[in-house]
């Protein structure tokens, strides 16, 4: 029976205090026995929960009391054990590292693109406007290799860091197209499709959610394989479950 409640979030947030925010919501996840990962960073806040429903949610609207997390919205699976050995809340430099310190996210985002709009142009073949969309995936190629987009661009990254350099290295072929920038949740394709905007890249898009939201919004479809996920659960098919198909 899958009555784990898994939970994954980010923000891109101003947090001064992230020591003391440490300090409470370490504080606040031991007392509901949730397992799993908190990094907190000057640029924002990333997270990965798991526990009962009612544990997890009631972290989560103890979370919004804070205005700065007042609109979070935690993306939701189901798992049958917890798929996380201990709860960790840990302060970094950058909540997902890029080493590109003018990319701040809190200061204005790149336009972003519905799963529905996404499932759309792909079907379609363009976007509204007749020009060729591309997805670019910004995940290390590990993960790309458990499931990507159809004909998706992949770089062969290892790390997030390497994506400043592929990106000029790669720039000349995304001219003239709709790039959208996709990954696990949001966060890397988020900062990916800033940079991208600032190289001089006008039609950039950034998919809302991730590919986790694409699964929960859409019927999967222009997507092979599963999604990896950095926790016990390894990858997650399009119906959030753990069965996922057979790899093209």
Known sequence: MNDVLNISCYKFVPLPDTQALRDLLHE?????QLKGTILLAGEGINFFLAGTAE???GFVDAMRTDARFADLAPKESWSNTVPFRKMLVKVKREIIRMDHPTIQPSAGRAPAVTPATLHRWLAQGHDDEGREVVTLDTRNAFEVDEG????AIDWRIDKF???????????AELADKTVVSFCTGGIRCEKAAILMRE???????????????????TDGAHYHGG???FDERRV?????STDTPEKA
């Open 236 to 240: 997650l098919a399009a119906d959030l």
């Open 161 to 171: 860091t390497e994506f400043p350099p592929a990106l000029r290295a790669h720039k």
């Open 199 to 217: 190289e001089g890249l006008n039609h950039v898009y950034q998919l809302e959610g991730g590919i986790l939201k694409y699964f929960e919004e």
């Open 227 to 229: 999604c990896f996920v």
């Open 55 to 57: 544990a997890v949610r």
């Open 148 to 151: 990507t987009f159809d004909k």
């Open 28 to 32: 606040r996840a031991m007392a509901a």
